[in-house]
């Protein structure tokens, strides 16, 4: 449904992401998961066709983020970090003026505004100004505007920042709840958030990928060990089987570009043994290295932060 | 185009919900009432002087058009140019302001209608200022015989230097998310723009005539007189394009950068 490759996005001479490669399905939860400053809004604004992207491409249903962004754009629902509402207008005001600008039919509207303050919670409010409402209503506001013109994807950038706990466990019901018939892709640097709502999480870092697992796979990974990643010209068929036979290997996975991920015990430095092995099986070594970022740093950032937040 | 519609219209509502353009259009009103006023006032008092002193020659050279609308007009051009910059400030700065801008990106609407939408909100906000100007207009019906084809013209004309001062407006707001750099930006340009043709003497023969001929204000005399001239008419819509245009590069490379 997406498939994001080699993302990269230059502001003046900074890079915020670099050569960002996912892919989401149809129906999936995403967490995209990183502390501040990581890329997180830069790949969504891209996503959504608000910004371009400097370099690499990306497809929406098939549909290419630089030539039909205005296709895109019809079926997306996008919830920037800031929700983009007019101050002094009223909600059902404000959600009438974003469905005529989605392209919701003029005889649709009614309808399209009344589901969306009902799954939003909405209604109490409905007239009530924008402006004054409570930052976690305004939140709700912001995801209603995104979800008027009955999008397939949905795109959410930190939909719980900035609320109290029990806005935040509100808010993360109504994303569950949405997630039932919708793919979403949702991004956050807290922890726990991405637990409880995605299937799958994508963790960046400085605007590098650090690791796409499920969840389960990515805590298990963590406890017990190290990764080194290896790429290799030849003996892809049997690299898997040899290298998992060597001691101190927990296990051996084969990536998108066909680099091997291969799981270690924690200490147990198997670089030498691992370029040995390639070596003696004349498998032509084109890189060795160990993953950069470590996983458990941006683990324990993330962590660390949340503790402050769920207070 | 129905995107353009909803966005003037969201516009025009808060506008209509704010005090600025209630506040605007009193302070616009009653100084062009309190200009107009004494024109008539000096006007009545000329022509009864020319009566008493020559009898043929009042009817003859005095008449409302000429001393009395023109000059009111021309005041109020420079009324709008203190006041639209108020106006078009708001169009752009305050959606990047509070980020509302990302709504209309992310929406399937394409640049032009949404700078197009702008425009045409500050258009009717301005229209509607002007047109109220012509209830004092009509009460010079009652007193005198002024002809009705030159007042059209000339409210055709400030209708279109109005929209010159819009579009540079939406183009200075669309530079900034501070509103008072954009209504300063706005209001320093189109007061240079009208005062440009004053370097026509200094400047040598042909590029004095350049000048000139850019000047927003040299372009009104002939609507004043009652005249509509294609080329001057062509003139105020380039103008008003050139500035829509600029608007809508301004914004796409903000994308980029
Ligand atoms: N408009 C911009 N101009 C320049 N740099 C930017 C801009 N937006 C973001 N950045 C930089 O790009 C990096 C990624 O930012 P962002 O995508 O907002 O991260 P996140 O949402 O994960 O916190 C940051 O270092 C940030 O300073
Ligand atoms: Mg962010």
Redesign the pocket.
């Known amino acids: 449904m997406i498939s994001v490759d080699g993302l990269t996005?230059f502001?003046?001479p900074?890079?915020?992401?670099k050569q960002l490669t996912f892919d989401v399905e149809e129906g999936e939860v995403v967490g995209?998961l990183?502390?501040?400053?990581?890329?997180?809004?830069?790949?969504?604004?891209i996503l959504s066709c608000i910004?371009p992207a400097s370099g690499g491409s990306a497809k929406i249903n098939g549909f290419d983020i630089f030539e039909e962004s205005l296709e895109i754009k019809k079926i997306i629902g996008y919830l920037p970090?800031v929700p983009p509402l007019y101050p002094d207008m009223v909600v059902s005001d404000y959600l009438r003026f974003a469905a005529g600008i989605r392209c919701v039919p003029k005889n649709k509207i009614d309808e399209a505004v009344e589901a969306a303050l009902e799954k939003c919670w909405l209604k109490d409010v409905k007239h009530r100004i924008t402006g004054r409402l409570s930052k976690g209503f305004q939140q709700r506001v912001g995801l209603a505007q995104a979800l008027i013109h009955e999008p397939e994807i949905l795109i959410l950038?930190?939909p719980t920042i900035g609320l109290d706990p029990l806005q935040i466990i509100e808010i993360r019901k109504l994303i569950k709840e949405l997630s039932k018939d919708r793919t979403i892709i949702l991004?956050s640097?807290i922890l726990p958030e991405i637990t409880q709502i995605c299937q799958r999480v994508i963790i960046?870092n400085?605007?590098e990928i650090v690791a796409v697992d499920s969840l389960e796979g990515l805590t298990a990974s963590l406890r017990k060990t190290e990764r080194i990643q290896l790429s290799i010209r030849e003996g892809q068929n049997q690299a898997k089987e040899i290298l998992e036979k060597i001691r101190g290997v927990a296990s051996v996975s084969q990536n998108d570009n066909g680099e091997f991920q291969i799981e270690c015990e924690l200490g147990s430095s198997l670089q030498d043994e691992i370029a040995r092995t390639t070596l003696d099986n004349k498998w032509g070594l084109v890189e060795l290295k160990q993953n950069a970022v470590s996983l458990e740093d941006v683990f324990l950032q993330l962590t660390t932060e949340e503790t402050q937040v769920e207070l | 185009m129905r995107s353009t519609f909803i966005i003037a219209f969201r516009d025009l509502s808060s506008f209509l919900k704010s005090p600025i353009f209630y506040v605007l259009t009193a302070v616009f009103l009653i100084l062009f009432n309190y200009i107009f006023f004494n024109i008539l006032n000096f006007f009545s008092f000329q022509s009864m002087q020319a009566a008493q002193m020559q009898g043929q020659m009042g009817a003859m050279g005095l008449n409302l058009n000429d001393m009395v609308v023109q000059p009111s007009l021309h005041n109020m051009g420079v009324i709008l140019l203190l006041m639209i910059p108020l106006i078009t400030m708001r169009s752009f700065s305050e959606e990047k302001k509070n980020k509302s801008v990302n709504l209309l990106l992310s929406s399937p609407v394409q640049l032009h209608e949404i700078v197009i939408g702008k425009f045409l909100a500050c258009f009717l906000v301005v229209a509607t200022m002007i047109s109220l100007t012509l209830i004092s207009i009509g009460l010079l019906f009652y007193v005198g015989e002024p002809e009705l084809g030159p007042i059209a013209t000339s409210y055709l004309g400030m209708l279109l230097m109005a929209s010159c001062y819009i579009s540079v407006g939406v183009l200075a707001s669309s530079l900034t998310d501070n509103q008072i750099v954009a209504a300063v930006m706005s209001f320093g340009f189109t007061l240079f723009m009208w005062i440009i043709g004053w370097g026509a003497q200094a400047a040598g023969s042909d590029f004095g005539d350049l000048l000139k001929y850019l000047s927003l204000i040299d372009h009104l005399d002939p609507f004043f007189k009652g005249m509509f001239d294609v080329a001057d008419f062509a003139y105020y819509l380039s103008v008003i394009l050139f500035g829509l245009f600029l608007t809508h590069r301004t914004l796409d490379s903000n994308r980029w950068?």
């Open positions: 996005k502001y003046g900074r890079q915020a992401i995209f990183g502390p501040n400053g990581a890329g997180k809004s830069t790949t969504m604004n910004i970090e950038d930190e991004s640097h960046i400085e605007g | 950068r």
